[in-house]
């Protein structure tokens, strides 16, 4: 699908606030409501609008550990790392998973309530699945630029 540039200021206004009503986001891309409705069902229908979600500030959450695991599977057969994925989509702590290349397999973004939290993750799940050969966990420190769908559940 090509994107013209009030698809483009649609979709950067959505992506700024994506609670404004079409009437108003038609208004600041210079469209009729029923223009940008057209256009905003078009772009979900092709896939580029996926969802439409809040944006949550996970310290205020009493998530404020975020960190980093790297994972190097025992073994590269697709069914080692296809069990892995099912296995990790069950952490909700894990909020990314991201398959790479190079020295590990998969790298994983998690956000736990403390580094306590994190080690009773990494002892009795994590590392406990029959495929992991290591784990290396790097910290974040500060987060200067970021964002994603946290898990509200795990908040104390």
């Known amino acids: 699908m090509q994107l013209d540039a009030v698809d483009r200021k649609i979709l950067a206004a959505l992506q700024r ?5 079409v009437g108003e986001l038609g208004e600041r891309v210079g469209l009729s409501q029923s223009q940008c409705w057209r256009r905003v069902e078009r772009l979900q229908r092709a896939g ?18 975020q960190l980093f695991a790297q994972i190097r599977l025992s073994r590269q057969a697709s069914d080692a790392a296809r069990a892995f994925r099912a296995a990790v989509d069950t952490f909700p702590e894990v909020i990314e998973l991201h398959s790479v290349l190079g020295n590990i397999d998969f790298l994983l973004k998690i956000v736990t309530t403390d580094l306590e939290a994190y080690e009773r993750f990494l002892s009795d799940r994590l590392s406990s699945l029959p495929m992991v050969q290591e784990v290396h966990t790097i910290i974040s420190l500060s987060e200067h630029k970021g964002g994603g769908e946290l898990p509200v559940a795990l908040a104390p």
Do not use: E
């Open 48 to 65: 580029i609008i996926v969802r439409r979600v809040a944006q949550l500030d996970r310290k205020k959450l009493g998530l404020n550990m």
């Open 17 to 21: 606030d994506a609670s404004v009503s």
